[in-house]
């Protein structure tokens, strides 16, 4: 399974490669981002980090200031 996160604040585009039935919240561990400082929004609607991913696109939000 495969799935494209944006990340438009920071303007980058991640590939997360995975398994079927792995969540937001292992795929956002697996590419190094705290999952509690990011939401992830898909089709535009915010969704649990610990849903399964069902998407191919997703949005990653910063929640925090980095300096």
Same mark, same amino acid.
């Given at each position: 399974m495969e799935c494209t996160l944006h990340f !438009?604040? +920071?303007g980058v585009t991640l590939t997360y490669t995975g398994a079927a039935g792995d969540t937001w919240e292992t795929a956002l561990l697996s590419?190094?981002?705290? !999952?509690?400082t990011v *939401?992830?929004?898909?089709n535009g609607v915010p969704v649990p980090q610990d849903d399964e991913i069902? *998407?191919?696109e997703? +949005? *990653? *939000?910063?929640?925090?200031s980095r300096g």
């Amino acid at each position: 399974m495969e799935c494209t996160l944006h990340f !438009p604040r +920071e303007g980058v585009t991640l590939t997360y490669t995975g398994a079927a039935g792995d969540t937001w919240e292992t795929a956002l561990l697996s590419l190094g981002v705290n !999952p509690d400082t990011v *939401i992830v929004f898909a089709n535009g609607v915010p969704v649990p980090q610990d849903d399964e991913i069902k *998407i191919d696109e997703a +949005e *990653i *939000i910063s929640t925090c200031s980095r300096g």
